[in-house]
């Protein structure tokens, strides 16, 4: 079954601007969402995306982590991806237990040291490179920096 493409006129949330918009299935089901669903136009999608990019680089930026540079398209992406790595980084962080003190400043070292070499990172693509980093990369890491720490 092959349903056909319909056009529709639907206006932005936003900034009431009138643009159209192509639909799959029923005219039925297609009228239900050109009425109830919230339609931003391109304008206000990127406008969003910006300001959210923004938002998170200012927090990134008062952390210590530096601007990034890449593509128009790039900046925004990475801002989001780096934001979730350092959330990913500080979970790690937070859910750690240790059994003394001295391992317990030996890992904060190690933490500090892998967020120093990740505050060298201004470049957009590395960051995008980086996406598929879980927290058992970032663990894995941090044990690495640790051992090398605790050999000194």
């Keep these: 079954m092959t349903d056909d493409i319909s ?81 990913k980084l500080d979970y790690l962080q937070k859910t750690l237990k240790f059994e003394d003190e001295s391992q317990k400043a030996l890992s904060a070292m190690a933490f500090d040291q892998f967020r120093d070499a990740w505050r060298e990172k201004a470049d957009a693509k590395w960051w995008i490179d980086q996406r598929r980093m879980t927290v058992r990369d970032i663990s894995r890491r941090v044990a690495e920096i640790s051992a090398a720490l605790e050999k000194r």
């Design 7 to 87: 056009t529709y006129s639907v206006k932005c949330r936003t900034c009431r601007t009138r643009f159209t918009v192509h639909l799959f299935g029923s005219h039925e089901k297609n009228l239900f969402l050109v009425d109830k669903k919230d339609w931003y136009c391109e304008a206000c999608k990127q406008e969003y995306a910006r300001q959210q990019a923004a938002k998170l680089a200012g927090a990134q930026e008062s952390s210590g982590f530096p601007a990034l540079q890449g593509t128009p398209k790039q900046v925004p992406w990475a801002e989001k991806l780096r934001a979730e790595l350092i959330n």
